[in-house]
């Protein structure tokens, strides 16, 4: 059974379920579980970017109450939620292999400030969260909880999507282009095939006959490659098509997962035209991580 520790901050409600402590050192893997729950994909995904990189893992059980309630709560309640994670803990450490996992319960008024606290109190580097952050709500221009999430926190996010993530993992889709999302995902499908020994495909696709689109495509291919160094088996591969989106999701149907940079499409363009990430999250077979990089908002 794993121990409770009780409160330790005085401006939220903070109780740790700790089953394998870790070094305080040591880098963590963030995964939040949201009106205390959260998908086993999402479990997963976090559990094997840990192993990949060396990091701990950390579940946090974000408890939002309204703005005008005090953030120290009835102790039945906090019992509650603490109870919650532990169960969460427990089911996520059988299956670890020895890798340190860490639960707590923070409290607050604003579910993104609380992930945020989160990452500050842990030195989390990744953060994994269900894809049920991404929905919008009614308003299409609103801002997503991801959304939110990514301006509160400096480190990459990554959400995973569709089909169930698989059990072995051997062979990873990983669409390249430039910038700091797309480099995020190349980062996540390392950590993951450090994990599990995955093949890696690293897959650029060009619009045009377009001989210096395709040099550059082939530069990006390249120092992308020699960026997976610790992945023993990675290929690179340039495809022309008529559209960037029906190429991954038609080549995604090979691969047991597809890693893909979150978009940096602006939120009015993308409610009205949708972007490539989002057209792969929805068309694709097979389970599809999106990863966003620190540093950058919509």
Known sequence: MGTIRGPSAPSVDHGEVTVSAGSDDQGKVLVPL?????????????????????????VLNAVRVARAAPLTLPIPMLEGHRETTLDVVEAIGVMTGGLPVTGAV???????QIVEQGVESYGAEVVVVDESWLRT??????????????AAVDCPVAVPSGAPLPDPISTMLVPVARGVHSAAATRIAQAVANATGAWIDLLSVVTADDPEAKRDAERELEARARRTRT??????????????????VEQ?????????????????????LGSTAGTVRTDATNCVVTAWGSGVGD
């Open 34 to 58: 949201r009106n205390g729950t959260v998908q086993w994909r999402t479990l997963e995904l976090g559990r094997r970017i840990a192993a990949g990189f060396d990091l701990d893992l950390v």
């Open 106 to 112: 923070h409290v607050g008024h604003d579910l993104p």
């Open 137 to 150: 709500g009614p308003a299409p221009l609103a801002r997503s909880p991801l959304d939110e999430l990514r």
């Open 231 to 248: 992945v023993e088996h990675v290929g690179t591969w340039l495809l022309e098509a008529d559209s960037v989106e029906d190429a991954i």
């Open 252 to 272: 995604s149907q090979y691969y047991e997962l597809t890693v893909i940079g979150g978009t940096r499409t602006p939120r009015l363009r993308r409610a009205l």
